[in-house]
């Protein structure tokens, strides 16, 4: 059933006056749709007519045409209760998280909030799959000792047991295995490296906030420094496109005999820094410095750019003039800082039938050109010194 982009986002509590749905229609409901994983699984089965799509959020936004809006606190078990009493998916695709002071605090409420949304679904009877997208944390530790104390071996394999540290990608698991045990769906587990991809206000969107960094680079006349270490600028790495994490959480959940699987999701092509960062230091328009003895991090480079920041979005009519909403600094220090190789394997999930496949240095060429389109950064002048996939 197709609504007017005027009433598409009503809430769930009226859905039951848009009259039946057809049964060959999945219905979904995804956790945290804002995001940058939650947006694009929203934007690829919104076009399709076999689902029925709601996007569930803290605060209402402007979603895909065809998407129903579902506003709830997931820290609220009664909030998320009374949203979701007339919502019964067959599919849930968890993409949320709420970021905390230390991992004691991550693992209390990021496992509530997993908790509190499969309680609230759990007399529906409906549910048949789970996907829920965490991240290369499960072998590298939490963010308190990422890449810093006991990890597994390179490249990552879904059969390596977990870490004996805390961790609240382990907490979410766990509340969804419990979950799935007493209510009898299938679930999957989606570990992505950085994400990239398109939404603002999001706390981990590598692309963008590089972007923002050329942009002020540009203005600045300065060079795009690499803030990571020289371990990270030679070793072998991966990146996770958000249309590939969608794909293959779509993938998982749709797939008859491959439920209750762990699967490692990557663009498939790995590369090093010492090549990509030249490409899209041009592709920006800037100048570009490789790492020193020690790293320099984006935090400390960008630190009083707010006021400059605010002079450029005014400067080009950019929809954000606050820096915080379009970079996340802090997460990409984190990611490029550590003193250890990052590589996912791809095998299992080749294996089971998953295909998606993208070139990263496109997919940020793509994400660059797209952040301009919609005013989210200046205009990048247009030459190349090097060839682009």
Same mark, same amino acid.
């Given at each position: 059933?197709?609504?007017?982009?005027?009433?598409?986002?009503?809430?769930?509590?009226?859905?039951?006056?848009?009259?039946?749905?057809?049964?060959?229609?999945?219905? $979904?409901?995804?956790?945290?749709?804002?995001?940058?994983?939650?947006?694009?699984?929203?934007?690829?089965?919104?076009?399709?007519?076999?689902?029925?799509?709601?996007?569930?959020?803290?605060?209402?936004?402007?979603?895909?045409?065809?998407?129903?809006?579902?506003?709830?606190?997931?820290?609220? $078990?009664?909030?998320?209760?009374?949203?979701?009493? @007339?919502?019964?998916?067959?599919?849930?695709?968890?993409?949320?998280?709420?970021?905390?002071?230390?991992?004691?605090? @991550?693992?209390?409420?990021?496992?509530?909030?997993?908790?509190?949304?499969?309680?609230?679904?759990?007399?529906?009877?409906?549910?048949? +799959?789970?996907?829920?997208?965490?991240?290369?944390?499960? /072998?590298?530790?939490?963010?308190?000792?990422?890449?810093?104390?006991?990890?597994?071996?390179?490249? #990552?394999?879904?059969?390596?047991?977990?870490?004996?540290?805390?961790?609240? /990608?382990?907490?979410?698991?766990?509340?969804? #295995?419990?979950?799935?045990?007493?209510?009898?769906?299938?679930?999957?587990?989606?570990?992505?490296?950085?994400?990239?991809?398109?939404?603002?206000?999001?706390?981990?969107? #590598?692309?963008?906030?590089?972007?923002?960094?050329?942009?002020?680079?540009?203005?600045?006349?300065?060079?795009?420094?690499?803030?990571?270490?020289?371990?990270?600028? @030679?070793?072998?790495?991966?990146?996770?496109?958000?249309?590939?994490?969608?794909?293959?959480?779509?993938?998982?959940?749709?797939?008859?005999?491959?439920? @209750?699987?762990?699967?490692?999701?990557?663009?498939?092509?790995?590369?090093?820094?010492?090549?990509?960062?030249?490409?899209?230091?041009?592709?920006?328009?800037?100048?570009?410095?490789?790492?020193?003895?020690?790293?320099?991090?984006?935090?400390?480079?960008?630190?009083?750019?707010?006021?400059?920041?605010?002079?450029? $979005?005014?400067?080009?009519?950019?929809?954000?003039?606050?820096?915080?909403?379009?970079?996340?600094?802090? +997460?990409?220090?984190?990611? =490029?800082?550590?003193?250890?190789?990052?590589?996912?394997?791809?095998?299992?999930?080749?294996?089971?039938?998953?295909?998606?496949?993208?070139?990263?240095?496109?997919?940020? =060429?793509? =994400?660059?050109?797209? /952040?301009?389109?919609?005013? =989210?950064?200046?205009?990048?002048?247009?030459?190349?010194?090097?060839?682009?996939?």
């Amino acid at each position: 059933m197709q609504l007017s982009t005027s009433t598409h986002q009503t809430d769930a509590a009226n859905r039951d006056a848009l009259g039946p749905v057809d049964d060959y229609r999945s219905t $979904a409901l995804i956790v945290g749709v804002n995001g940058i994983t939650g947006s694009e699984i929203a934007r690829q089965l919104s076009i399709r007519d076999d689902w029925e799509v709601y996007g569930l959020s803290r605060s209402a936004h402007e979603l895909p045409y065809g998407v129903y809006q579902v506003v709830a606190d997931l820290q609220d $078990a009664a909030s998320v209760a009374q949203a979701l009493k @007339n919502v019964r998916p067959t599919h849930v695709f968890f993409t949320a998280w709420s970021r905390q002071e230390n991992e004691a605090d @991550n693992i209390r409420v990021n496992q509530a909030m997993v908790r509190n949304l499969f309680a609230a679904l759990s007399s529906a009877g409906t549910l048949q +799959h789970a996907a829920l997208v965490t991240g290369l944390k499960h /072998y590298m530790g939490p963010f308190e000792a990422f890449g810093t104390g006991e990890m597994r071996e390179t490249p #990552f394999r879904e059969e390596s047991e977990r870490l004996n540290t805390p961790n609240f /990608y382990y907490a979410q698991e766990d509340e969804m #295995f419990a979950a799935a045990a007493r209510d009898g769906f299938t679930w999957s587990v989606h570990r992505a490296h950085t994400i990239t991809g398109h939404a603002v206000g999001n706390s981990m969107n #590598f692309a963008l906030t590089l972007a923002v960094h050329g942009a002020i680079a540009r203005e600045t006349g300065t060079p795009l420094v690499f803030p990571g270490t020289q371990t990270v600028w @030679n070793c072998l790495t991966d990146i996770s496109d958000s249309q590939v994490v969608a794909d293959q959480m779509i993938w998982a959940s749709t797939t008859r005999g491959i439920g @209750n699987e762990a699967w490692n999701v990557t663009n498939g092509e790995v590369f090093r820094w010492r090549w990509l960062w030249p490409r899209l230091a041009d592709a920006l328009g800037v100048d570009w410095e490789a790492p020193g003895p020690t790293p320099q991090p984006m935090v400390d480079q960008m630190a009083g750019k707010e006021a400059l920041w605010a002079e450029i $979005a005014s400067k080009y009519g950019l929809k954000e003039s606050s820096l915080d909403r379009v970079a996340s600094f802090w +997460h990409t220090d984190s990611d =490029l800082g550590v003193e250890v190789e990052v590589v996912a394997d791809m095998t299992k999930s080749r294996l089971a039938g998953f295909s998606t496949y993208r070139s990263t240095e496109r997919a940020f =060429l793509e =994400l660059f050109d797209r /952040y301009e389109k919609d005013c =989210l950064v200046p205009p990048r002048p247009r030459h190349s010194k090097v060839g682009h996939a």
